[in-house]
């Protein structure tokens, strides 16, 4: 879990097409001041590499993760503002922050930085930093419900979801809404978000070692409707699960691993039979396979079964932070998720059978399940 103590709340800040007004707004998320800088907003670019960078990507992926959007701003560091802040610069949007702010937190409940970036990325992403004059009530209240459907997409319970918006001044202002109003719009959204995410929750199976891709593989002719969803490494297991069923022992460590945690599993030998149900299913899959690509073995990842079964906490618990938030990612990576964080994009690149193709992915209730442990081990 990341702690983190916010000095200053999250700025959004209004420029126009040039390197800043004549009189520019730093709009934060409680109100409007007038911000003359000594010289025009000078941005600068950050390394790959850079602590901070990979810090606030953390944050920005998971919010544009929960929403299943991609980012339509820049990330780029920058010494003016003293936080953050969603800023049109030179025609770009930009997602500006200052590092040293981002070295300065360490103690903070996490649902902090969630609800102050995802305030601000709704401004970005429903074109409110496009619009002259700063902040306006309307504008604020729509950038406070996104952040609350973020909130509750993300796991928050109502009252942390609204826990910085009680922070607020109680009065409203030309530019601001009251607490009142604004408290009641996150609400809404967070509400929207877990009432939206309830039918997935009931039940997800407990985590059991029986359970299997294509429960009927063995039984049934198998359509391409079956399997069109699936990721090449998915298509990879429900393949050899026809053998597995079958006693086949695998020479491939990596699914002799997978199937020796299936209880149904007895290891028996190399020389099996399959029926011809089976074989037009192994026939089957293959052919899919090898329309996308040929057989995908999932090398270097953390979790091979964390699509089809339940993870446990002591498993997560045996992992240092670093390789839970892969573990997580993975999850998304599996399912052809394309990244934001080049950091996260330049790791899955690198493995053989990751295939970016959609900016938004719909979990299975299992993987939502995993997704949602992990992000709470973190």
Known sequence: MRKLTVLTVLAGLTAGATAYAADPLICTISECKGFAPKAPLALRGAPINSWARSE???????????????????????????????????????????PQWLKAYELTSRWTMYGLLAHEIGHHLQGHTLLEGGSKPPTELEADRFAGFVLGKLGATEADAVSLWLTLPDSASASHPGKSERVAVVKEGWRKATGAAAPAKTPVPEARSDVFVLADSASRMLSARDIDQMSPVMLRIARNEIFARQGFTFESPDLQSYFGGRAWYQPRGRNVVLSQIEKANVELIRQRETAMGGEKVEKGVVFMHSSVQRLTREEVQKLALPQRRLARNEIFARNGYIFNDPQLAAHFCKMSWYRPTRSSVALNPVEDANVRLLRSME
């Open 56 to 98: 606030l990507w953390g944050f920005t992926e998971e919010v544009l993760q929960s929403v299943g959007l991609q980012a339509n701003f820049e990330l780029i560091e920058t010494d003016v503002v003293p936080n953050a802040a969603a800023v049109i610069y030179e025609k770009r949007r930009v997602l500006g922050y200052n």
